[in-house]
RNA sequence: GGCUGCGUAGCAAAAUGGUUAUGCAGCGGCCUGCAAAGCCGUAUAUACCGGUUCGAUUCCGGUCGCAGCCUCCA
């Protein structure tokens, strides 16, 4: 039985769809006017994890993510670049989805944009002035009216007087409430406008989300995510928004991821602090990001180091040891493991408990390397435990090697090492030393390699194979 | 100031009212020409102070420290 922290109740919850096994799920998506960095990684690989361990538990998944392609810094970098904006977002779309791909983050089913949505956000802007949940701002904007809405600040915790009280933004005159925010925004001259009822203009952030999510998955729906700083006010917005249209409840499970940080400091734009994926991609591969991000429990901080990066690769590399040399035939699994690693993302996509029961299946695994009926079952099993977590589907020895077999644009700053020496011969040369018992030589050449990041291991057979060490 | 959440061994990271987490690093051993990998064994922990309890790291209260939100942000 499948449990989520809805951060609504602040509470595991047993899943339960409105649907007997259907789930609609939206995941607020990227503002494409950069690149994606490790935080942006974090959802994506969070929520792609989320949507296969759905599907394994044999849910039919309608799973959505949005392209916020239309804002403020959109405009502001584009004009900075001297492009069109749509131009600009197409290159960051472009470049998200490499990132994606490269993280083996399956995409969503759908994937709204602000900008293809306008006709559905003006028509439940409407909606909202016609039920007097929205007005005509002094210069033309349209805001939502806060306190027209009984239930603003259930998801946040937030209570509107404590807001007020807490206020320290410039007040906006055209408001009436400085609470308020803005749906429509009149284009400037020289920025990009939509015709609507209230003029040419711009929809806000926040009713694109309820605009694209109702459309696509209905005013009810399952799940809804995204980061934890989503949480106040856009998704205190999103649930007024539709709420407020519908009269309907909007969602019926909230989750929030937790952030990546960088010295205990929130990873983020305005810090400056961030590392953008293909950055660190050059690196350290895609599986060994994945790897780190999954190590720790999606709702807590994660600490983005070298060292945390390095030791996500050692961890990985244990693994693929395990199945190195291994044919795997069999689909059978190991319903025991199966069983434990499922209960593992059962409690709130536990993915540190998962990965343990890994470990733990690799141990047995090493001990039955005699056994080959043994040895064939939890080989499967490892392997296929793993790809529902999006790892360890990579060939052995291109990993063991350094390398990956995913394909996409880092492919040229990850070149094996065997480009640069030639191992083969230096492998062969030693093994003639060693035959003339000439441990001098032998010992040498494999602590020449060692230095150059490559380890010798002499199998019982007397192979020598190498990896990256 | 208001509202969330967190503080676990050398590092990372789970869980739990009483029983080995797990990975890396350490120590001892097996294996090996020597290594590496693997296996076996082993050490180190629950911020601090109170309370509830037969028993608390786990529940409650307080103290200290940290992070996030209250402004665009995954």
Avoid at 66 to 95: C, H, M, P, V, Y
Wanted: glycine share 8%.
């Amino acid at each position: 039985m499948l449990k989520i922290y809805n951060t609504l109740t602040r509470s595991k919850q047993e899943f339960i769809p409105k649907q007997p096994g259907k789930v609609g799920m939206y995941v607020c998506g990227m503002t494409v006017y950069d690149y994606c960095h490790i935080g942006h990684a974090r959802v994506m690989v969070v929520f792609d994890t989320v949507a296969r361990y759905l599907r394994h538990s044999g849910y039919q998944l309608t799973y959505v993510r949005n392209i916020t392609d239309i804002d403020d810094k959109i405009i502001q970098r584009a004009n900075e670049s001297g492009e069109a904006f749509t131009a600009l977002t197409e290159r960051f779309i472009e470049a998200m989805h490499e990132d994606e791909r490269a993280l083996s983050v399956l995409p969503p089913d759908i994937e709204p944009k602000a900008t293809q949505s306008i006709a559905d956000i003006v028509s439940m802007i409407s909606t909202l002035i016609e039920r007097e949940f929205a007005y005509v701002g002094s210069n033309g904007d349209v805001f939502y009216a806060v306190n027209r809405f009984d239930g603003y600040g259930k998801l946040s915790g937030k209570n509107i007087d404590d807001l007020q009280a807490g206020e320290r933004v410039d007040v906006d005159t055209a408001k009436r409430d400085p609470l308020d925010f803005v749906l429509w925004k009149m284009a400037k001259p020289g920025e990009p406008y939509w015709d609507s009822p209230w003029g040419q203009g711009r929809p806000g952030w926040h009713i694109e989300c309820s605009a694209m999510s109702t459309c696509c998955l209905g005013n009810h729906f399952d799940i809804h995510g995204g980061g934890m700083d989503l949480q106040f006010p856009h998704h205190e917005n999103e649930i007024a928004q539709s709420e407020g249209a519908t009269g309907e409840p909007f969602v019926n499970y909230w989750m929030h991821n937790g952030f990546v940080r960088v010295n205990e400091e929130k990873m983020s734009k305005s810090l400056g602090n961030f590392f953008t994926v293909r950055e660190v991609l050059k690196q350290y591969r895609p599986e060994v990001i994945r790897f780190f991000i999954l190590s720790s429990h999606y709702r807590s901080p994660l600490n983005y180091s070298d060292e945390q990066l390095d030791a996500a690769e050692t961890a990985l590399t244990r693994l693929y040891m395990a199945l190195r040399g291994v044919e795997i035939a069999e689909t059978l699994v190991d319903l025991v493991y199966k069983q434990r690693f499922e209960e593992a993302m059962d409690d709130d996509f536990n993915t540190p408990i998962a990965i343990s029961v890994l470990f733990d299946l690799t141990k047995e695994l090493n001990k039955s390397k005699g056994n080959a009926d043994r040895l064939q079952v939890l080989a499967a099993t490892l392997k296929e435990l793993a790809a529902i977590l999006g790892i360890l589907q990579e060939d052995v020895e291109v990993f063991l090697k350094g390398g990956t077999t995913v394909v996409g644009y880092f492919e040229a700053v990850m070149p094996m090492p065997q480009l640069s020496i030639n191992i083969e011969q230096l492998i062969q040369d030693r093994t003639n030393a060693k035959k003339n018992k000439d441990w001098t030589t032998a010992d040498k050449i494999r602590d020449d390699l060692k230095q150059r990041g490559v380890i010798l291991e002499d199998a019982p057979n007397g192979v020598t194979t190498w990896r990256k060490g």
